[in-house]
């Protein structure tokens, strides 16, 4: 009875570690660890011993017999990687770093940003004896995007939070929320108070399509769009007309995927989830029965996970169309391409809400008067360089998709952090192994772009730790200054607490797995509230 990886899983390696006879992969420091949508077990070797179920922080591995329906593809999933991946090495693996002999004396480190990123870095530091952090973050609120980003009908992928808890528990790890650093502090003013500072601020807004009505109203990019719907206090209070038939969403990846989902979803299973208040709202409200996602390339080379697929699939109460098959495309060309061809043969349901994967076709325009109207596209045909790229030029015959939502959503870009270098071509820091100079370091995507997922955060941790490690043994690192201290009104563990508490004491009074607080000032109000432990 082999376990199974039954959905797009954290890939924090936990598994790896607790299994006994190595037969999950890929594993740290193996081709592919790093951009994995997910592990794998393998059935041949799996013994059913279960370690793997009690260290998934996700609860992503089931027994193949307790697999739903909906689940079954993800079986054959598993064991076809170990058919093109055998794995011969079965020595067990050990992913955990030795700990570090430190030099006399405590070792401070400040760690900016409280998301995936920032605090596996802290994890990874605190490993070692004598060493101490401070985590900041602008908001009231650690998790970064798993709180703020993760689609809300993924609660299962939401509980790596409970990992997220365990870190911030331990006794040499604090929190300064609600402080931004660049304007509470400055860079200068860390580097005073701690040996070193590690930036793991993610990457806040997303790349541009370049035409022309990109900023109308009612084109929205994807980033504001999903900080709406999961109630980040910058975007919790904004409006989207959600009054039309039909929604555009230009791209094609994950995210292109959750918003569909979300915007196609029952309001009624949305409301036991920890959507916004204000968009759940607007989803009961709103008119859309069909979301269109534009893909400028092939089905082949389209930027969504076999995971994540699967999952779409999976919907019992939306149709998914696929539209835009290039010509000479097997349908078993590739994993995913299988996938999409079992999914256009279905035949529709009337009466359906509908989500259409649209490739072979590019954005052109977004035309209106006063607001979003109307999106004009183009077909595309497919052209491979001599380096194997695969290119989509367009074929000059447009289209008009009538539209009032626009939803771009074409990749993430991080902003400059005020003190530190920047390339503008990667929008990311430069570094060494995480090192920027002695005392800097960088971790998750301002570090080596928006790639990866949540699990690859550790890995990408462990490198910059080992350079932060290695300076400070070197006696590279300055001392801080006696008695220099910043944010001494931000709020600290225990204030977290406390919201997360008045959160999910409201969660459990709704059936839900919490009511986020949405702004500041409210944020701020619970933060000195006493309230009882919820469940779970």
């Known amino acids: 009875m082999p376990y199974v990886v039954t959905r797009s899983c954290c890939a924090d390696a936990s598994c790896v570690l607790a299994c006994p006879v190595n037969c999950i992969h890929p594993a740290p420091g193996e081709p592919g660890f790093a951009t994995t949508a997910m592990l794998y077990v393998d059935p041949r070797t799996c013994v059913d011993c279960g370690a793997c179920t009690t260290a998934c922080p996700v609860d992503a591995l089931k027994p193949h017999t307790a697999l739903a329906a909906a689940e079954l593809p993800f079986l054959e999933l598993n064991a076809a990687y170990y058919q093109a991946n055998p794995h011969a090495d079965r020595a067990p ?7 570090r002999r430190l030099p006399q004396g405590e070792l401070s480190v400040a760690v900016v940003g409280s998301g995936p990123a920032g605090l596996f870095a802290a994890d990874e530091l605190l490993r070692h004896p004598g060493v101490r952090v401070t985590v900041y973050d602008r908001l009231p609120t650690p998790y970064g995007l798993v709180r703020a980003g993760v689609a809300p009908d993924h609660q299962d992928t939401k509980r790596v939070t409970d990992l997220f808890r365990a870190i911030e528990s331990q006794p040499a790890f604090s929190y300064r929320l609600g402080v931004e650093v660049g304007t509470d502090v400055t860079h200068a003013d860390l580097l005073r108070e701690h040996h070193a500072v590690v930036y793991a601020v993610g990457a806040a807004t997303d790349r541009r399509l370049g035409i022309e009505g990109e900023d109308l109203p009612g084109s929205v990019c994807a980033t504001e769009f999903v900080a709406w719907y999961n109630g980040h206090p910058d975007r919790a209070h904004d409006d989207h007309d959600l009054g039309h038939e039909r929604a555009v969403v230009i791209g094609n990846g994950n995210v292109a995927l959750d918003i569909a989902r979300v915007l196609t979803a029952d309001p009624t299973a949305l409301a036991r989830t920890d959507i916004s208040d204000r968009a759940l709202t607007a989803l009961r409200a709103g008119r859309l029965r069909e ?3 534009l893909g400028r390339r092939g089905p082949a080379q389209a930027a969504f996970t076999v995971p994540e697929l699967l999952a779409l699939g999976a919907l019992t109460d939306v149709d998914v169309r696929v539209e835009g098959w290039p010509d000479g495309l097997a349908p078993d060309a590739t994993e995913k391409t299988r996938l999409l061809s079992r999914l256009a043969a279905r035949p529709p349901v009337e009466g359906r809400r509908r989500i259409v994967l649209r490739f072979l076709t590019a954005p052109v ?3 209106g008067d006063g607001s979003v109207r109307a999106v ?3 077909g595309t045909t497919l052209h491979t360089d001599d380096d194997g790229t695969v290119r989509a030029r367009p074929t000059g015959e447009v289209e008009t998709l009538e539209t009032g939502l626009v939803l771009r959503s074409v990749g993430y870009r991080a902003r400059p952090v005020p003190g ?5 071509d990667t929008a ?3 570094h060494e192994a995480g090192r920027v100079e002695p005392g800097v370091y960088v971790a998750g995507w301002i570090k080596r772009g928006p790639t990866g997922f949540i699990g690859t ?12 490690l290695d300076d400070f043994a070197a006696g590279r690192l300055d001392r801080p200054v006696s008695g220099a201290a910043t944010a001494g009104a931000a709020l600290d563990l225990a204030a977290w607490r406390a919201i997360d508490g008045v959160e999910r004491a409201a ?8 009511v986020k607080l949405t702004d500041t000032v409210a944020l701020h109000r619970a933060a000195t509230r006493t309230v009882p432990a919820v469940r779970g």
């Open 365 to 367: 325009r977004i035309v």
């Open 291 to 293: 979301v269109v996602l």
């Open 376 to 378: 004009e596209v183009t």
């Open 93 to 99: 693996m050990h992913v955990v770093p030795k700990q």
């Open 420 to 424: 530190l270098p920047f390339d503008e």
């Open 457 to 468: 955060n550790k890995t990408c941790a462990q490198e910059t730790v080992a350079s932060l």
């Open 428 to 430: 990311t820091v430069p």
């Open 507 to 514: 969660g459990e009074a709704q059936g839900r797995p919490r």
